[in-house]
């Protein structure tokens, strides 16, 4: 138990006071919403016995955390409740941190400290996917900041050709930034815009690039072809590119996040993903079934509107702050 607590102070300390606080205030709703489902699951109980195990898998799943996760989270405590034989409803919390904790890791290893941490390949070129609406573009804007300021060469490429608006969005962000943006005209080939921003990427000797897509799921063979061309385009210009499919999901949405991590799974080699809108939800549990489901690392989330409010993801710290009642 004590290397547990060693590895939580370690990754503890990598968080900065501010971040924690919109890591706080970014999960408040998320907060209050399981812990008064727990509060009533636990009334009148004093020990964890199959009734509340039966009580608490309701509450996970109602807090979206996912059938899948929830089945995993309640059979660790089982095995929990067969091994101490009397256990306590006041140390739930902290069990159910714990085993929760240890299952993610699976899910999330080893992820960056920081934005300046070392790219694995120059240029590190991003493809980003996601429906139209869960924060796509803005998503893209607070990376091309951040990776900015950590003195990262960025580059961005607007290859979302279809939907109106999203060229002009993404060289809103760009500019706001201060990197540059490839374009062409609305409605122009995708992959087109790709090979463009691919090669002022290695003229420019850029250290990331962020390719914009288009967020449509109306059918997934179209978007899998689509998808498909624009990686193959790309791979002439950088070999092995994209180096990461980075999957941008709605936290607020719930189990719709699931569906579309499905969807976009199947159409294409998702293998990173970003949770936006978790402020003002009370939906955060989906972080943990979504990472567990499709074990595809959550690589950052979104706790705010401000450009500073995209954080790094940690799971540790996450959970931590999740079940931390006094925060």
């Known amino acids: 138990m004590s290397s547990f607590f060693f590895a939580m102070n370690r990754l503890r300390a990598l968080f900065t006071s501010s971040q924690k606080k919109k890591l706080e205030a ?3 709703q998320t907060k209050q919403s399981f812990f008064a ?3 009533t699951a636990l009334v009148g109980k004093s020990k964890v016995d199959d009734d509340l195990l039966d009580e608490l898998e309701e509450v996970l799943i109602r807090s979206d955390v996912g059938v899948a996760t929830t089945l995993k989270i309640i059979e660790a405590l089982e095995k929990r409740v067969a091994k101490d034989k009397f256990l306590g ?5 902290q069990i159910m941190q714990e085993e ?3 299952i993610l890791a699976y899910s999330n290893p080893e992820q960056p400290q920081d934005f300046s941490a070392a790219l694995p390949h120059k240029p590190q070129v991003v493809m980003v996917v996601g429906v139209n609406g869960v924060g796509k573009t803005t998503t893209i804007g607070k990376l091309a900041h951040h990776f900015h300021q950590a003195g990262k060469k960025v580059v961005l490429g607007a290859a979302d050709t279809f939907r109106a608006g999203a060229i002009d969005q993404l060289q809103i962000w760009a ?3 201060g990197v ?6 609305m409605g122009s080939d995708p992959a087109s815009v790709a090979f463009d921003t691919l090669q002022s990427a290695v003229a420019q000797q850029a250290d990331i690039v962020f390719i914009d897509t288009a967020g449509r799921l109306h059918n997934k063979v179209n978007l899998m072809n689509e998808l498909s061309k624009v990686k193959r385009v790309m791979e002439k210009v950088v070999p092995e590119a994209p180096h990461e499919v980075l999957l941008v999901l709605d936290g607020s949405t719930g189990q719709n996040a699931f569906e579309q991590a499905k969807q976009f799974t199947a159409a294409t080699a998702v293998n990173a993903l970003a949770i936006t809108k978790l402020d003002g939800t009370a939906k955060g549990g989906v972080v943990m079934g979504i990472s567990d489901q499709f074990q595809i690392p959550v ?3 979104g706790v705010g509107e401000g450009m500073e409010d995209l954080q790094l993801f940690d799971n540790t710290t996450f959970i931590e702050t999740l079940f931390n009642q006094t925060a």
Do not use: E, F, N, W
């Not at 409803?89 to 919390?93: E, F, H, P, R, V």
């Not at 540059?180 to 005209?185: S, T």
């Open 26 to 28: 970014g999960l408040s």
């Open 37 to 39: 489902k727990l509060g």
């Open 89 to 93: 409803t006041d140390a739930l919390g």
């Open 100 to 102: 929760i904790t240890h």
């Open 175 to 177: 500019d706001r930034v």
């Open 180 to 185: 540059p943006l490839v374009k062409q005209a």
């Open 299 to 301: 690589k950052y989330i």
